[in-house]
């Protein structure tokens, strides 16, 4: 039968870093003295190795999810808000089982896994409509230990990812990215324009788009170009001049309309993004398609409805995506279909220092930062720390 009993090397306290309240990064608060928590039923204790940094980390802190204006607040999708203070955030962990809840085999303690950071409301797998998180609506990674659903803490053992690398490839971003293409219905052959795509979400909408048979073009500095392509991108088309990017787009794709958009910037952008898609109308066989889930260029765009009705633009506003997505980037993650972008490791310790390098990235800024707790430094982030960004490995066969 399984026990609740934690193995004798997990402690009664650990080091975490505790969000105090919506501000900057003053309000996290690191402590050392946080009681470990214990796994009730169904449930895994995971000594946590790396988390990764995500946009909504800080979002979540600064309170910048409003749904009316002039809101300071984050998002209570489910009618009530869920972000209580004090809260451990992270919500792309890896880690080890370290004790296990009633009702699940102790075979699997050891384990190595990655979490699916969903907080699901319900059972079902086909769709997510009140979207929450680990690290938000509960505690989630940046911490030496956290409670996790057995279920959704996924084992992945492939020896070629070291658990850094796992944490850079966190369901945070990956579901995300293919939720925003599910919802869209992209398919093989399809051109598809990914802005934003040195980040997380941007780099993990290329993988995927290879990986389902669409042609991602991606948006992004000329500098990236190189690290791009060898991930998958087909060209990388530079922000640059707005008044020349749709004709620099058009050059990209020989002149064929874009088929399907997967949108991480917005603001003034998106108007020309949908350019993009309804030039040669007669040159379609699909409608064109704008998946959201991202405002890194600007909260609000600018846009004519008649152009979206008109031409029958459709709009898909992505937050999460469901268990059955989940399920499938773990196969694609444990079959090395998919490959971790992992920018650079930083100590739990030093998470102030990691959220402002994270806000004023520069051009050398490709992939995924991930969180790793003091006690697992040596092994698990050393060899990351500011590492710089090499190319992408080639797929494994």
């Given at each position: 039968?399984?026990?609740?009993?934690?193995?004798?090397?997990?402690?009664?306290?650990?080091?975490?870093?505790?969000?105090?309240?919506?501000?900057?990064?003053?309000?996290?608060?690191?402590?050392?003295?946080?009681?470990?928590?214990?796994?009730?039923?169904?449930?895994?204790?995971?000594?946590?190795?790396?988390?990764?940094?995500?946009?909504?980390?800080?979002?979540?802190?600064?309170?910048?999810?409003?749904?009316?204006?002039?809101?300071?607040?984050?998002?209570?999708?489910?009618?009530?808000?869920?972000?209580?203070?004090?809260?451990?955030?992270?919500?792309?962990?890896?880690?080890?089982?370290?004790?296990?809840?009633?009702?699940?085999?102790?075979?699997?303690?050891?384990?190595?896994?990655?979490?699916?950071?969903?907080?699901?409301?319900?059972?079902?797998r086909d769709i997510n409509l009140t979207p929450d998180y680990y690290g938000h609506g509960a505690?989630?990674?940046?911490?030496?230990?956290?409670?996790?659903?057995?279920?959704?803490?996924?084992?992945?053992?492939?020896?070629?990812?070291?658990?850094?690398?796992?944490?850079?490839?966190?369901?945070?971003?990956?579901?995300?990215?293919?939720?925003?293409?599910?919802?869209?219905?992209?398919?093989?052959?399809?051109?598809?324009?990914?802005?934003?795509?040195?980040?997380?979400?941007?780099?993990?909408?290329?993988?995927?788009?290879?990986?389902?048979?669409?042609?991602?073009?991606?948006?992004?500095?000329?500098?990236?170009?190189?690290?791009?392509?060898?991930?998958?991108?087909?060209?990388?088309?530079?922000r640059g001049d707005l008044a020349t990017f749709v004709a620099r787009v058009r050059e990209a794709?020989?002149?064929?309309?874009?088929?399907?958009?997967?949108?991480?910037?917005?603001?003034?952008?998106?108007?020309?993004?949908?350019?993009?898609?309804?030039?040669?109308?007669?040159?379609?066989?699909?409608?064109?398609?704008?998946?959201?889930?991202?405002?890194?260029?600007?909260?609000?765009?600018?846009?004519?409805?008649?152009?979206?009705?008109?031409?029958?633009?459709?709009?898909?506003?992505?937050?999460?995506?469901?268990?059955?997505?989940?399920?499938?980037?773990?196969?694609?993650?444990?079959?090395?279909?998919?490959?971790?972008?992992?920018?650079?490791?930083?100590?739990?310790?030093?998470?102030?220092?990691?959220?402002?390098?994270?806000?004023?990235?520069?051009?050398?800024?490709?992939?995924?930062?991930?969180?790793?707790?003091?006690?697992?430094?040596?092994?698990?982030?050393?060899?990351?720390?500011?590492?710089?960004?090499?190319?992408?490995?080639?797929?494994?066969?």
């Open positions: 039968m399984a026990s609740d009993t934690p193995d004798p090397t997990v402690p009664a306290t650990m080091s975490a870093m505790l969000l105090t309240g919506h501000g900057d990064v003053d309000r996290l608060v690191y402590h050392d003295d946080v009681p470990v928590p214990r796994p009730g039923s169904g449930e895994v204790l995971v000594r946590v190795t790396a988390t990764a940094k995500n946009n909504t980390d800080r979002k979540a802190r600064e309170g910048l999810y409003p749904v009316k204006k002039g809101e300071v607040t984050s998002f209570a999708m489910g009618g009530e808000p869920t972000l209580t203070f004090p809260r451990i955030q992270g919500a792309d962990i890896a880690g080890h089982v370290a004790a296990v809840g009633e009702g699940v085999d102790p075979a699997r303690i050891g384990e190595r896994g990655l979490l699916d950071f969903n907080l699901y409301a319900d059972a079902r505690d989630g990674g940046f911490a030496e230990y956290v409670v996790v659903p057995s279920d959704q803490f996924h084992h992945v053992a492939n020896p070629e990812l070291r658990d850094a690398e796992l944490a850079a490839m966190g369901m945070c971003s990956y579901q995300t990215a293919y939720h925003m293409m599910t919802s869209a219905g992209v398919s093989t052959g399809e051109r598809i324009l990914v802005t934003g795509a040195s980040g997380g979400v941007g780099t993990a909408l290329i993988q995927l788009c290879r990986t389902v048979g669409a042609i991602p073009y991606a948006v992004s500095q000329p500098e990236k170009a190189a690290v791009l392509k060898a991930l998958g991108a087909e060209t990388v088309i530079d794709t020989g002149d064929a309309p874009i088929d399907a958009v997967m949108d991480l910037v917005g603001g003034e952008m998106t108007d020309l993004f949908i350019d993009t898609m309804i030039f040669d109308m007669k040159a379609r066989t699909t409608y064109p398609r704008l998946s959201i889930a991202g405002a890194s260029g600007g909260n609000i765009s600018e846009i004519l409805w008649t152009r979206i009705y008109l031409y029958q633009v459709q709009l898909f506003g992505v937050s999460h995506g469901t268990r059955e997505e989940a399920e499938q980037l773990i196969e694609w993650i444990r079959s090395g279909d998919l490959r971790p972008v992992l920018h650079a490791a930083f100590r739990l310790s030093e998470l102030h220092a990691a959220e402002r390098y994270f806000v004023s990235r520069g051009s050398n800024f490709l992939g995924k930062i991930v969180i790793v707790p003091d006690s697992q430094w040596d092994e698990h982030g050393a060899p990351f720390a500011l590492a710089p960004v090499s190319s992408p490995q080639e797929p494994r066969s």
